[in-house]
Each structure stands twice: as C-alpha cells, then as structure tokens.
C-alpha cells in the first residue's frame, strides 16, 4: 500500500482510565486484543491507512492517558485533531458521567471547531451494563456527536467507528487537506488516489 493515500489525518482517543481505548486502538490497527494490556503512560500512538468511499486516509491514532496525573502532558496532543472518539465503559456509570469533562477538555485544547466527535460505549462483551445504548445516544445527540457502541474483545463495532469518523472528516472539506495539490499528476508520482488496496 505504501504511499497510496490522499491526505493523513489526525484521530484522538480520550476518556477515563480503563475504559479500554488502547484495546480498541490495537483492535483496530493490528486485529489484536490483549486481555493483559498495561495502562498508557502518557500517550501512545498508532498509525493506519484505511479505504472510504475509494480513497485512502493514513490515520495517525493518539491515545491519551486517562489518569488525572497524565493530564498535564495530553493538550499538545489534541492541536490540529480533525477527530476524537471519547469512549465510556459501559459497565462503568462513572465513565460515562465524566464524559461532559472530556467534551470540556475537546473544546478547550481542540483547535478545529468543527472537529468531528464521536461518543463510543465500549465493552458491550461484558454482562454487567450500568449504561443503556438508550442513554449513550441521548447523550451523544445532545452533544451532537455520532454514537456506537464496540467491543474492542470481539471487535463489534470497532472497525464502524474509525471508519464513520473518517468518513465525517473527509466530508468536510475544511477539516483536511489533499496531500497532493491540484494540479499534481497523480500518475507520475507513482500513487492512484482512487484505488489503494489497504
């Protein structure tokens, strides 16, 4: 796949420790789920390229720390995002009520205002809900965000996410720009922006 992608595009992963944003991360990057998976120190970072509507996107996936001692070191990392998916452990009502302080954090530190947010509730494999889906949407249309839920353990979900964030973003031409300017022979540069094989 090489350097076959039209422009890269810069993807948040916010929300409390634990909810499993580093599972979904790896899920969506590698096919991999790691039972075991240590808690992020800081930030961690994945990249990806991916295929909406035949062009291809390199996704660079931020996934910052969740613990309130981290927090210093994560507002460099929100400058120029295009998008952020805040995730909730749907078992876990205190994550979904801290959600409203991540938002708060996005609009704060976020520099696109019209950056596309998605509200994810994740660990849906798991028999002990606290959070309804009913709820997550609510939330999520109020806030004006998209909503899915995902299990980062079964992958349900997982791949809609990134791939609908990415969709939103690229349907909104301010958000990001071309990698190759107009006027650029796509041919002589070896890539073929519609098709990419990812």
Same mark, same amino acid.
């Given at each position: ?37 240590? %808690?992020?120190?800081? *930030?961690?970072?994945? !990249?990806?390229?991916?295929?909406? @509507?035949?062009?291809?996107?390199? +996704?660079? #996936? ?23 998916? %805040?995730?909730?452990? *749907?078992?876990?009502? !205190?994550?979904?009520?801290?959600? @409203?302080?991540?938002?708060?954090? +996005?609009? #704060? ?90």
């Amino acid at each position: 796949m090489g350097d076959n992608y039209i422009t890269t595009l810069k993807i948040l992963i916010i929300g409390e420790s634990g909810v499993g944003k580093s599972s979904l991360m790896l899920r969506f990057t590698n096919d991999e789920f790691d039972s075991e998976q240590a %808690l992020t120190i800081g *930030v961690d970072f994945k !990249s990806k390229i991916i295929e909406i @509507d035949n062009n291809c996107a390199k +996704l660079a #996936i931020w996934d910052t720390a969740g613990q309130e001692r981290f927090r210093t070191l994560t507002p460099s990392y929100y400058r120029d995002a295009q998008g952020a998916i %805040l995730v909730y452990d *749907v078992n876990k009502r !205190s994550t979904f009520q801290k959600l @409203d302080s991540w938002l708060h954090e +996005l609009e #704060i530190y976020g520099t696109r205002p019209n950056m596309v947010k998605m509200v994810v509730g994740n660990k849906i494999d798991v028999q002990s809900r606290e959070v309804s889906r009913e709820e997550g949407f609510k939330f999520a249309k109020r806030h004006r965000t998209l909503f899915l839920e995902t299990s980062a353990k079964t992958s349900e979900g997982v791949k809609e996410a990134f791939e609908e964030v990415v969709r939103k973003i690229l349907e909104t031409d301010s958000l990001w720009e071309p990698r190759y300017p107009e006027g650029v022979d796509l041919q002589s540069t070896g890539s073929n922006a519609s098709t990419c094989n990812c």
